[in-house]
């Protein structure tokens, strides 16, 4: 499998669906662009997130003057330099995530470990959504935007390719209940 990256994004980096073995660029699923830029202004910390993390259909958009600063039918919010529109709910999550902050590759990760029920809505929304963009959305932050090319079942996912800080911030997100 291969993982293509959007010329349009400068912070361009990719979902990877992980087995055993991790492998740079390689995507178990889905290609795309992550949180390189999420939502200008919203330093949102683990402590004040108050809503669940979800799955949405997403395209990308042009940017209003004043994009969304929530998860909604409709809604475009700012990511990686642009605009994605939500355009239908693939799943919700409740529950926090296993995510811990890594260094592969020389990029820095947010390696994620799906508990069973997060597996089950993971694979269910990535096959869903197969060749469509499935945005990340945490807190009004989209975590990651990539392209679905099949299901992903493993239940290990990377988001990788960001910057220090932002890894840090998105695993800080998925971390909170």
């Not at 694979?123 to 197969?130: E, I």
């Not at 392209?147 to 996912?157: D, K, N």
Request: with cysteine.
């Amino acid at each position: 499998m291969r993982a293509t990256r959007d010329p349009r994004h400068s912070h361009s980096s990719v979902v990877v669906a992980t087995s055993a073995l991790v492998v740079a660029g390689a995507l178990g699923g889905c290609t795309g662009q992550s949180s390189g830029g999420g939502q200008s202004g919203a330093q949102t910390t683990a402590a004040a997130k108050s809503a669940p993390t979800t799955m949405w259909r997403a395209e990308h958009a042009g940017c209003p003057t004043r994009p969304a600063h929530h998860a909604a039918a409709g809604a475009v919010l700012r990511y990686d330099g642009g605009c994605i529109r939500l355009v239908k709910r693939a799943a919700t999550f409740h529950t926090a995530f296993d995510a811990t902050l890594a260094r592969a590759h020389g990029e820095w990760v947010v390696q994620v470990d799906l508990n069973k029920e997060q597996t089950a809505k993971f694979a269910k929304a990535t096959k869903a959504n197969v060749g469509h963009v499935l945005a990340i959305v945490a807190d009004g932050t989209v975590l990651a935007a990539p392209q679905v090319e099949g299901p992903i079942t493993s239940g290990r996912v990377q988001i990788v390719g960001t910057s220090k800080k932002q890894a840090r911030h998105t695993a800080e997100l998925l971390k909170a209940p």
